[in-house]
């Protein structure tokens, strides 16, 4: 219909009688969930157990931001204390699935390599560089969300060396206290 302006979506509520109108519009209510649902905070666990990052949960429209989510998880409250043991729980199936991309990237050798006209065989340093860091990223942040398992293992070595003089000092230092002790 050329002439009339398409009407937007709006809700609209009566609301008591003024001079000038009887109905009163309001913008539909739009924006990220903020409000805590188990549905929902289920949802970001098992997407998370799935490899995907929280942010890229989080670019999703229908989930809440970042903040939101932090916030849930910094609640002490009964019932997001649930949430926070499935979040905990589901970063460490996050890195389980990383594991394996680990393997899959290091793996992937289809675009190491390109052809070019004359048939020589060069080497697709871009490809090979990006796939070492997807590797390195995952492997590091595998080692600090799950150190025991899959941090580096550090080793420490104590050498003792008995020293004869070091000994024997001790030993007159002692005996010269007791014997002080006996003269008291």
Sequence with gaps: M?????????KKKKVKSTPS?????VKPVMGRPRLYSKKLADEICKQLSEGKTLTAIC???????IST??????????IKKDFLENYTRAREQQCEVWSDEVIDVA??????ETMTEDGRRLENREFVSRSKLR???????????MPKKY?????QTIHHVEDDNFINAMK?????????????
Aim: aromatic share 6%; hydrophobic share 30%.
């Design 107 to 112: 793996d992937d050798s289809t675009l190491d």
């Design 21 to 25: 109108n009887s109905i009163q519009t």
């Design 69 to 78: 989510v932090m916030s849930w998880l910094w609640n002490e409250s009964e």
């Design 2 to 10: 050329a002439g009339k302006s398409e009407k937007k979506n709006v």
């Design 135 to 145: 590797v390195e990223t995952r492997l590091k942040l595998m080692g600090k969300r």
């Design 172 to 184: 007159d230092a002692a005996e010269k206290a007791w014997s002080n002790n006996d003269k008291v």
């Design 59 to 65: 670019l999703q429209d229908e989930f809440p931001c």
């Design 151 to 155: 941090g580096e293992k550090t080793e």
